[in-house]
């Protein structure tokens, strides 16, 4: 068996997660057009094959250690980038109905051609802002779970996440290093956008043994109307 597939099984399998051959070709899939798109566009600066796999791919999956994402019908996915961690989580998990929203029409282009080549059918990548989706019906306040990964700090992130999530549903803000001090400068964003702390969970990326935080919010409430604000205002003016 090939050495990295093995690995990755068995790091899987640590986690009560089997991983089948159809899975295993489309992250194969996935590697060699993350690679093939790299060359064109900036999409990722790890490039090489364990790293990818580690970083990106497992990364994206331990989002599933603490979430039930058995209990979980849709997600959302703002500021996707390459398509982390929602396309690893579809993969694993096909019964997820995923919307990706980037502001970058090039990294959206990406996501459809590699979702198209994964025979996917039930993800709809969307060109827009955060800011300016959050504000469109068919968008705001409707997702079981919505995730970001190292997009902003939490104050801005949870204006530009919050919107999406639906009244009992789940916020995931998926951080490196730790997560402390943001959470306590969120806690005014948090009071203003419906959202309410559960727990910070911490836990070491296996093999290089980094750090990561997984700060999980639950939506109280609808969206006040007055948010999310004007796009560009959050990150200038963050709620605090």
């Known amino acids: 068996m090939d050495q990295m597939r093995s690995l990755f099984a068995s790091l899987l399998s640590e986690k ?8 295993w070709n489309r992250f194969e899939t996935y590697y060699r057009l993350l ?15 364990e790293q990818v796999y580690i970083k990106h791919f497992y990364d994206s999956l331990s ?24 396309i690893p989580l579809k993969i694993m998990f096909p ?13 959206i282009q990406f996501l459809k051609h590699l979702t198209s080549e994964l025979a996917f059918t039930d993800v709809d990548c969307i060109h827009a802002r955060a800011e300016d989706a959050g504000r469109d019906s068919k968008f705001r306040d ?14 801005v992130l949870n204006e530009f996440c919050l919107p999406f999530v639906k009244t009992g549903g789940t916020f995931a803000a998926m951080k490196g290093a730790d997560a402390e001090e943001e959470v306590q400068e969120a ?14 969970e911490k836990f070491l990326l296996p ?18 109307p007055k948010y999310p604000r004007k796009p560009g205002v959050p990150l200038k003016q963050p709620l605090k």
């Open 35 to 49: 690679l093939e798109w790299n060359e064109r566009m900036n999409l990722t600066g790890i490039t090489e094959r």
């Open 207 to 224: 093999v290089e043994q980094s750090t990561r935080h997984i700060i999980l919010i639950r939506k109280t409430g609808p969206t006040p």
């Open 95 to 107: 019964h997820l109905r995923v919307t990706i929203i980037d502001s970058l029409n090039k990294r």
């Open 142 to 155: 409707r997702f079981d779970l919505v995730t970001a990964r190292a997009v902003a700090r939490l104050n």
């Open 187 to 200: 806690r005014f964003s948090l009071s203003q956008l419906k959202g309410e702390l559960l727990r910070s």
């Open 16 to 23: 009560g997660i089997l991983l089948t051959d159809e899975q």
């Open 63 to 86: 989002l599933s250690f603490f979430v039930p994402l058995a209990e979980v019908s849709n997600i959302a996915d703002i500021g996707s980038g390459a398509g982390f961690p929602s």
